[in-house]
């Protein structure tokens, strides 16, 4: 069974950081591609990154764009993003997602930006 | 980047059939899958139809999906209580890499 197990969420300040996990298990990670995406509550899904199987290619959507890194160890199983420079309007529920058609889902971690 | 626009609610009956539309301009639209998420109250979305209308397993036949040209719509029969929902479509841009999209239909089963 796919499992996506997100973790590494709080409570951070404006300007802060924090670093997301996704632990999968149940299918051979190294050969999907992964991705990031959030949910500020009460809206709608956006789609934040994602990052090639075996991590030679990166993408961003414009609204994280030189303040968030996706990465992955696929010797770890695990997916990564890291947050910089964060801002209120980062606040949302970070799924991580699996495959180009983001066939399976993890259950989410909350983030939330403020002072 | 570019959005698909969806309809914010639609609304039927139990028993009912619904459709909700997914309209995208770009070529990218055009030129890629559509697929389709269903988000129940408090959980993480699902996905429901892929490659335009192909269903995972276990996902029943009342939901199909179909896509010509600038639009694809989920179609969503013999409604129950059970599928009031958030629906949300998709599109994985290959050439850029990129996912979009659409801000989501509210279904209501009255």
């Known amino acids: 069974e796919v499992q996506l197990v997100e973790s590494g969420g709080g409570l951070v300040q404006p300007g802060g950081s924090l670093r997301l996990s996704c632990a999968a298990s149940?299918?051979?990670?190294?050969?999907?591609?992964m991705h990031w995406v959030r949910q500020a509550p009460g809206k709608g899904l956006v789609w934040v990154s994602c990052i090639k199987s075996d991590g030679s290619s990166t993408s961003y959507a414009d609204s994280v764009k030189g303040r968030f890194t996706i990465s992955r160890d696929n010797a770890k199983n695990t997916l990564y993003l890291q947050m910089n420079s964060l801002r209120a309007e980062d606040t949302a529920v970070y799924y991580c997602?699996?495959?180009?058609?983001?066939?399976?889902w993890g259950q989410g971690t909350l983030v939330t930006v403020s002072s | 980047q570019s959005v698909l626009t969806q309809p914010p609610s639609v609304s039927a009956a139990p028993g009912q059939k619904v459709t909700i539309s997914c309209s995208g301009s770009?070529?990218?639209?055009?030129?890629?899958?559509v697929y389709w998420y269903q988000q129940l109250p408090g959980t993480a979305p699902k996905l429901l139809i892929y490659d335009n209308n192909k269903r995972p397993s276990g996902i029943p036949d009342r939901f199909s999906g179909s896509k010509s040209g600038t639009s694809a719509t989920l179609g969503i029969t013999g409604l129950q209580t059970g599928d009031e929902a958030d629906y949300y479509c998709g599109t994985w841009d290959s050439r850029l890499s990129v996912v979009v999209f659409g801000g989501g239909t509210k279904l209501t089963v009255l």
């Open positions: 149940g299918f051979t990670f190294s050969s999907y591609w």
């Open positions: 997602a699996r495959d180009r058609d983001l066939s399976s």
């Open positions: 770009s070529s990218s639209f055009r030129n890629n899958y």
